[in-house]
């Protein structure tokens, strides 16, 4: 083992034994579908023993969205949610090319996958940006381009400024279908809710280089759990983790971090772009709900570039696959193995959830770093 992961681990079964008087483990949710996956590859959980339990939190963005907005793209790969009536596309326009980051494609919804819709004809192209999805707008102006916007706070300002950038070009043949959602609601409503218990937070670094640190200072005080940002590689998570029982053994609750990345109020010129494209709207999650104030909607300034209103899409009704437990995977109600599909209906080739899908998603980890293991 290396030598500074060695002695993270020391450390951290050292304050665990301070803590053992406690009657069960010590619970730290990671709230970055990134962490999870380092947990999994790194054989974290075995390094750190009995005394420490991790547990999956609402941090892959693939794996929070709500199933019906899967639905609503499907509908639109497929023609069948018609374009209401507007200057900016043709009554006899053919069905809009859906611009969508890979993970996206092989999710499944009630009437099947991006995949399956491509399969039948449906113009589905992958993604690596938001400005690349302009770009395509931009080569195929006989079409309509829809961008699929899906994501935290780390990938909306790359949406907010594809829109703007579409505006300055007067691109009338770019949209896109929000559903970016901000992190600290969701695990505010994960406390509420009271049925997960959850010690502390290993805060996730990507979202939090954005929004600084001290987003998470409410949640520590007022929920009094300690919320740490942590970088990616496994002596980060391990340095995050070892914060996080420091401030249990000396019983504090505050927002820090260890990842030097990230500073105390974030990207201001990130924030402000957020500011100045989207608003706070209450939106669904999966497994939790509807969550006040925590989805971005764009502003009435930018509402030409709305696909929700530039078509004519199915009602939004949550619902999840038959048998999948994705939504208690990901509040920490269950562990992937410990759902009955896992590994058997549900595979990465063949999967019934988002969270076998997607590259950050607890099943995908669980059965590629943790099968043989359990």
């Known amino acids: 083992m290396d030598k500074v992961l060695a002695e993270s681990c020391e450390k951290i079964h ?13 619970r730290i949710m ?16 075995e390094l750190l023993g009995p005394g420490i339990k991790l547990i999956s939190g609402p941090g892959c963005p693939v794996c929070v969205t709500d199933q019906s907005y899967m639905d609503q793209a499907i509908h639109l790969a497929r023609g069948d949610a018609p374009a209401k009536a507007t200057d900016r596309v043709p009554g006899n326009a053919p069905p809009p090319i859906i611009a969508t980051y890979g993970d996206m494609v092989r999710v499944p919804g009630r009437w099947g996958s991006l995949a ?64 970016h959602k901000m992190i600290p609601p969701a695990m505010q409503a994960l406390l509420s809710a009271g049925d997960v218990q959850v010690d502390g937070f290993l805060c996730p670094g990507h979202v939090s280089v954005i929004l600084g640190y001290l987003a998470y200072e409410q949640i520590a005080r007022e929920y009094g759990r300690p919320c740490v940002v942590a970088g990616f590689d ?21 927002a820090q971090t260890v990842y030097p990345s990230v500073s105390a109020g974030g990207n201001p010129t990130a924030r402000k772009l957020l500011d100045e494209v989207f608003l706070p709207v209450d939106t669904a999650w999966r497994a939790l709900g509807v969550i006040p104030h925590s989805g971005m909607a764009l502003r009435d300034e930018y509402a030409e570039f709305d696909a929700e209103k530039r ?18 995977v990901i509040c920490g109600r269950m562990e992937p193995a410990e759902c009955e599909l896992f590994a058997r209906r549900c595979t990465p080739r063949d999967p019934v959830g988002p969270c076998m899908v997607s590259t950050e998603g607890a099943c995908a980890a669980a059965y590629k770093y943790e099968r043989g293991r359990q």
Do not use: W
């Not at 050292?14 to 010590?26: D, E, F, N, Q, Y």
């Not at 990671?30 to 974290?44: F, K, N, P, Q, W």
């Not at 399956?116 to 999805?133: I, K, L, M």
């Open 311 to 328: 078509y004519a899409l199915p009602p939004a009704d949550a619902y999840e696959m038959p048998g999948c437990h994705c939504g208690d």
């Open 30 to 45: 990671e709230v970055c579908g990134t962490h999870t996956m380092t947990i999994a590859r790194g054989g974290l959980r």
């Open 234 to 254: 496994p002596g980060q998570v391990l340095e995050g983790i070892a914060a996080v029982l420091e401030q249990l053994v000396e019983g504090e609750s505050a």
């Open 116 to 179: 399956e819709a491509r399969a039948q004809g449906a113009d589905v192209e992958v993604v690596y940006s938001a400005d690349q999805a302009v770009a395509l707008a931009q080569r195929r102006p006989e079409r309509q381009v829809v961008f699929l916007a899906v994501g935290f706070e780390t990938t909306a300002p790359g949406t907010a400024l594809a829109v703007r950038k579409a505006r300055e070009l007067g691109l009338a043949n770019f949209s896109v279908l929000a559903a």
């Open 14 to 26: 050292k304050m665990c034994r301070s803590l053992a008087s406690r009657a069960r483990p010590v």
